[in-house]
Every structure is written in structure tokens, then in C-alpha cells.
């Protein structure tokens, strides 16, 4: 499904299905670099399960055209643009990584639209190494590889898929690779100055998840007590040997987790 | 922070795709030779059998072992997934039902192994779908031929018999300005020697039953997918970019982004064609792949050493090697192919078609048999065997003589090959001193 904000086209995966305004919604919020695929699995589980699903694409990524936003609130704004021109007044919002901090920002800025949030590889405050961001700046591969490689638990740096077939190295890769030049930089940029979301999580009423891979290299489950104490009794999934990449790395035992709360 | 070195190809020939099993702890992949697998409830069946969940539901679509297999090879290749199918024809055919049906066309090199050349110039008319062949070496003639009905560029990243090497540089940029994908057999060249999606390869096939699995024991086939083709921007090819009734309107780039090819083969192509591979033989196929880095390797080193041999030979009055001088692909060859260009030649003999069956009939290490890719050395006579279909026409555009002779090089003390050969130019230069007395 395509919108039109701002004069940019807005794509959102719906499962080919039109927004039911008597079926409670949930909407997927991709990571840096990425677009809406990543949630293809859960959105189409979800969708078969009653819910309007939404897995968008943030400005300049994916499908969807336009500048990328240069802050998390500014992309928490953008969400709530969406959402008014899709009608849908309440949802649950997933997202990975970046979108786990949109999707924070969203939950405690627009807290009467948030019926649950859902945190999937993320920590807050989420710092990016100077390497990384030096490579992003210069749109130079080195920033996919170093994502791709650190983005997977050690383990599935060789692999084992439950989705038959599929690589997710050269998935992880390919999917950086489509990614527009610059796009990388402003969202891991946008990651690493975001520094009130321990005060957003504190602020957050609605029921919280957060979904972490203990084998997690970019955002370490032991990095994420702060946020932890941050919000009121969020429920808490570490699932073993996934890294940060978890929509691929575990795509069942996700869905699981996700199953605690949605 | 800096990027660690991906793994390289002898260790993800021996680790990718597999683990320890998790059940059993079984070091090696096990052969899970079932057809089926147990759901623990409805709605679990129900998300399988929805893409909703990643899992087994029926061997025909996909296998524990298969998958093991099929994810080492995309990691060879460097793609993003590929799908293990009965055979290489079967790679091919898949590959071609998911891109196109009725009413379109394929752009084709002339050289190509005579099963192509069966499906692409006999069977596939039958079915609206024409092919052009042109010379593999002329990246133009594969421009020329483009139809608005094509919708393939296919080639073999070595031409069979001869060697031709292809330019997959440029014909990837003929086929990419046209919005269409070159899809290339790497079959006599494996990801040991060329990984053609770092030249701009779109899709790659595989004939495993030669290399990849080595010793000649199965037959089997893979099919990769490199996942940086726009099927979107390119707007040729309906069956990826737009809603497939056959599995609830699912727009495969949509949903599955770097990945649609290979995943709308396996939900279509390997559900309905059902050209799936054996388990058993997926678990064979992985024995070959642990040690292909060295087996190629060796390959190469007794090949070079076989065609020193003959070149300088007087009985024999050509050798399509691309290594030699002279070659019309040395330069092409020594950039794409620096480690050596497969274990697979051709050679003409003096004395022609009669010289070259009593040369064969002479050899003793050298098994005589239709196939290529074994441990074992083989030779055959192509004319009057894998090429017999083609006219004397045909032939000579796949760069075929009467007398021509393939040989595939295999594992061998290199010594005694060479031995063997000297048998059997004894027994051909006895078949050229008769022509000689009779003229």
C-alpha cells in the first residue's frame, strides 16, 4: 500500500489487505538500512491472526521516496503522519534496532496511540562506533560488512537458516547494498545521538517486550540493564544463540516472543 | 572496529549451512531421508504452510539436508539462496519456468552442453519459448539477438566443449541495459575458480554431479540467486513483481525484497515441477563440496600439466586450453579465471574422426564415458556422443570437430596420465601412418 506525506510516497506492507478499522493494528519498524522485508514473516503470521499489519518503510528506504529523517523523533513525527492517513488511532509498534528506538520515541510521545511496544536487538542509549559511522559517511562497503558480520551471532556467521536455502549473510548484504548512498549514514547517525530514551522509556505506560539475542554483538543484552529499570516491569525474551539480526537468525522464536504481548 | 574477514572458501566449503545436530550432536550432516515432517499443532502447520514461520513441511519443497547443501553453495557463490534440484537440467529448467512462459524468448550462447542446447533449441518451442544462439566470445551478438519477448541472457561461464570463455563483465552490462538477468552454468568452473556474481552474474546454475560433488557417484543440480537484480526497475517479469493467485496474491519482490527469485522457484518451481533432489544425494553432494578447494586445485595443476603434454605433441594439431598462447580468451582467461580455467579441454588429433576413435579405444586409466567433473579421468568423443543431435553446422559453432576430443581431467598420479595419453596417440598414429601409405 502507497501514501502520499509530504508529497513523497510512503509504502507500507499490509499483507495485500485494506486497513480494517474493527481489528486491532501492529506496526513493524525496520532497522538501519533495511526496509520492510525484514518483517515479512511476522506481518503475514500477525495478519493471519486478526491484526491490520503494517510494516512500513521509513522516508528514502524501501519503497518509500523522500529524504531520510536526521532524528528518531523527527521519524516518531513521521509514524504518527502515517498512522493519522491510515486512520488507525491506536496500534502496537514493533520495531528492530533504529525502528526500536522510533518506535520507544512514538510509545512515550504519543502514548494514547500506543497500545504495546515491542523492542527488538536494541539498547538505549545506542551508541555507534566511529568506525562505523566513518564508513557510513563515506557510503563505503566496508559499513555493510561491518554490520553484516557483527549483526550475526558468531554461529550464523556460517549460517543455519530455518528458512531453507537462504544465506543471511548475503541477505544481510544485499539488503545494505539496495540501500540509497547516504541513507546508512543519517540512520545510524540518528542512532547514535539519541540520547533521551532512557527518559522516553520511563515515560512509556503501555506493556513493554523486549526481544535480545544473547549472542548479540552491536547491542549486548548485558548493555541493556538501563533500559531495563527504565521502563515499568517490561517483559524481557533473550533468545539463545541469536545475534542482533533476530528476524532472520530466529524468525520462530521471535514470533514466539512476540506472542507474549501482541 | 573494523570488519573481520568473512570466512574463506575452503572453510565455508567444510562449515556453512551446518552445525552440530542439535538433536543427536552428529558432527556430520545427517540424511534426514523423510518425506515429511510432524507439525506440533494446527496453527504451527498453518504458519508453515503460510511463510509465516521458517521450516519443513514435504521433501519435495524442502529437506533439513537439502538445506544444508543449498546454503553452503549461496555462500560459495556469495548469493543470497539457492535451491537443490534433481539435476543440472533441472536447475535450468527451473530457473527458466520461474522468469518467463509462453511468448518469450532467450538469448543464448552456441556453446553450450548438449542438454541445454536439447531443452533451449527442441524442447522449450514447444512450450512459446525461442532461443537465439550466438558466439559466446561476441558480447554484441548477445545484444543484437535481444528481443522485446526476451527475458534471459544464458551462457556457460566456460563454453563445452570448447572452452570459449565468457566475457561475463560485459555481457552482464548487455543484459542489465536491456532490464534483463544473465544467468550463467558454472558447472566446469565452480565458485573455486569464479564466483560470477562479483562479474555481475545475476542467477547461477550448477550441474553437481560433476565437480561440485566429485567422483561421479550422483546426479544433481543447484541454483543460486546473487539477489542484486531489479526485477522491479527492469518490469519484464510479472511472475515476481506482481500478485501471484497461486499463493494468495503474493508479490514476491514485495515481500521477499533481494530474495524474490529463488524463493518464488521454490514455492512455484519445486511445488509444481517438483524436480527436487534426493536427500541422500544432497548428503553425497556435501562429502564433495568439504574438500572441492583442494580436489580443484589438483584438477587444475594435472590439467595444466595434461595440456603441456599434448600441445607439444605432433599428432595433435589443436588444444583449446585457455591458458596457451594463442588463445583467443588467454587474456580474458588470465583476468576472470587466475586460478585456472576447469579440468575440462578439448583437442583436435591428426588423422580426424577415425585417429580419434582409436585413440579413445586405446586408453586405459582414462575412463570412456559421458560425463565430466569425476575424480577420475574421462574421455569422450563428442560428435558421435553428448553433441550427437548436432548437425556438422551446429557443431562448428560450439567449436566442435569431427575430431575432436574432451577430455576431463581427474585426480590421478599426473605421470601415469600421461602415460595413458602416449598409449593412445601410439594407437592413433598408427590409424594417421595408414592414411598416409593409403594416399
Known amino acids: 500500500m502507497k501514501l502520499a506525506i509530504e508529497n513523497n510516497d510512503v509504502y507500507c506492507y499490509t499483507n495485500s489487505r485494506d486497513i480494517d478499522p474493527a481489528k486491532p493494528s501492529i506496526v513493524f519498524i525496520h532497522g538501519s538500512g533495511m526496509d520492510h522485508t525484514v518483517w515479512t514473516l511476522a506481518a503475514r503470521h500477525f495478519a493471519r491472526h486478526g491484526n491490520n499489519v503494517i510494516a512500513i518503510d521509513l522516508p528514502g528506504h524501501g519503497r518509500s521516496t523522500g529524504a531520510p529523517l536526521e532524528n528518531i523523533p523527527a521519524m516518531a513525527d513521521w509514524l504518527e503522519q502515517v498512522l493519522d492517513a491510515l486512520k488507525i488511532d491506536v496500534s502496537a509498534v514493533v520495531g528492530h534496532s533504529l525502528g526500536s528506538l522510533v518506535a520507544l520515541e512514538f510509545s512515550a510521545k504519543y502514548a494514547a496511540r500506543t497500545r504495546a511496544l515491542v523492542m527488538v536487538g536494541t539498547i538505549v542509549p545506542m551508541p555507534v562506533s566511529s568506525a562505523i559511522l566513518a564508513a557510513c559517511k563515506n557510503n563505503d562497503h566496508a559499513a555493510f560488512d561491518m554490520l553484516t558480520q557483527y549483526g550475526l551471532s558468531k554461529r550464523h556467521q556460517f549460517g543455519g537458516n530455518r528458512s531453507s536455502g537462504i544465506w543471511m549473510v548475503g541477505s544481510a548484504l544485499r539488503l545494505y547494498e539496495r540501500s540509497q548512498p547516504g541513507v546508512l549514514y543519517y540512520d545510524m547517525n540518528a542512532c547514535n545521538e539519541y540520547q533521551s530514551g532512557l527518559e522516553q522509556a520511563a515515560a512509556v505506560e503501555c506493556p513493554v517486550l523486549l526481544v535480545l539475542g544473547s549472542e548479540d554483538r552491536l547491542t549486548p543484552v548485558r548493555g541493556t540493564r538501563p533500559l531495563q529499570e527504565a521502563f515499568h516491569q517490561p517483559e524481557v525474551s533473550v533468545i539463545q544463540g541469536a545475534g542482533h539480526t533476530l528476524m532472520m537468525e530466529a524468525p520462530n522464536a521471535l514470533l514466539d516472543a512476540l506472542h507474549r504481548i501482541l | ?439
Not at chain 2, 13 to 28: E, F, Y
Not at chain 2, 118 to 134: D, K, M, S
Not at chain 2, 263 to 270: M, P, S, V
Open chain 2, 1 to 439: 572496529m573494523s570488519a573481520p574477514d568473512y570466512p574463506g572458501l575452503d572453510t565455508l566449503a567444510l562449515h556453512a549451512g551446518s552445525q552440530p545436530d542439535p538433536a543427536t550432536g552428529a558432527r556430520a550432516t545427517p540424511i534426514y531421508q523423510s518425506a515429511s515432517f510432524c507439525f506440533p499443532d494446527s496453527d504451527y502447520a498453518a504458519s508453515l504452510f503460510n511463510i509465516e514461520r521458517a521450516g519443513h513441511v514435504y521433501s519435495r519443497l524442502s529437506n533439513p539436508t537439502n538445506a544444508v547443501l543449498e546454503e553452503r553453495i549461496a555462500a560459495l557463490e556469495d548469493g543470497v539462496g539457492a535451491i537443490a534440484t534433481a539435476s543440472g537440467q533441472a536447475a535450468l529448467t527451473l530457473a527458466i519456468m520461474t522468469l518467463m512462459g509462453a511468448g518469450s524468448h532467450i538469448v543464448a550462447a552456441a556453446a553450450l552442453y548438449g542438454g541445454s542446447h536439447n531443452l533451449l533449441a527442441y524442447t522449450l518451442p514447444r512450450l512459446g519459448i525461442e532461443t537465439t544462439f550466438v558466439d559466446a566470445r561476441d558480447p554484441q551478438a548477445f545484444a543484437a539477438a535481444i528481443q522485446d519477448n526476451t527475458r534471459l541472457i544464458f551462457a556457460e561461464t566456460v563454453g563445452n566443449p570448447g572452452l570459449d570463455v565468457l566475457n561475463i563483465p560485459k555481457v552482464a552490462a548487455v543484459a542489465h541495459e536491456a532490464g534483463l538477468p544473465l544467468m550463467v552454468d558454472s558447472t566446469f568452473t565452480t565458485p573455486y575458480l569464479i564466483k560470477p556474481f562479483e562479474h555481475g552474474a545475476d542467477i547461477i546454475m550448477h550441474s553437481a554431479t560433476k565437480f561440485l560433488s566429485g567422483h561421479g557417484i550422483v546426479i544433481g543440480g543447484l541454483l543460486v540467486d546473487g539477489g542484486r537484480f531489479d526485477w522491479d526497475a527492469s518490469g519484464k517479469f510479472p511472475t515476481l513483481t506482481e500478485p501471484y493467485e497461486g499463493f494468495h496474491n503474493l508479490v514476491f519482490s514485495e515481500e521477499f525484497g533481494p530474495a524474490a527469485f529463488i524463493q518464488r522457484a521454490r514455492k512455484e518451481g519445486l511445488r509444481d515441477f517438483g524436480a527436487c533432489m534426493s536427500p541422500t544425494t544432497a548428503f553425497h553432494i556435501l562429502q564433495g563440496v568439504e574438500t572441492l578447494g583442494i580436489r580443484m586445485n589438483r584438477h587444475v595443476e594435472n590439467t595444466r600439466g595434461v595440456v603441456e603434454f599434448l600441445n607439444q605433441h605432433e599428432q595433435v594439431s589443436r588444444v583449446g586450453y585457455p591458458e596457451l598462447e594463442g588463445h583467443p580468451d588467454q587474456a580474458l582467461a588470465s583476468a576472470l579465471l587466475p586460478k585456472g580455467c576447469s579440468a575440462v579441454f578439448s583437442f583436435d588429433l591428426v588423422g580426424g574422426r577415425e585417429a580419434g576413435i582409436a585413440f579413445v579405444d586405446a586408453l586405459n586409466l582414462f575412463s570412456h564415458l559421458a560425463n565430466v567433473g569425476d575424480a577420475k579421468s574421462l574421455v569422450i568423443h563428442p560428435a558421435s556422443t553428448t553433441h550427437h543431435r548436432m548437425d556438422a553446422a551446429a557443431l562448428a559453432a560450439g567449436g566442435i570437430g569431427e575430431g575432436t576430443i574432451r577430455l576431463s581431467i581427474g585426480l590421478e598420479d599426473p605421470k601415469d596420465l600421461i602415460a595413458d595419453l602416449k598409449q593412445g596417440l601410439r594407437a592413433a598414429g598408427k590409424i594417421v601412418a595408414k592414411q598416409a601409405v593409403a594416399l
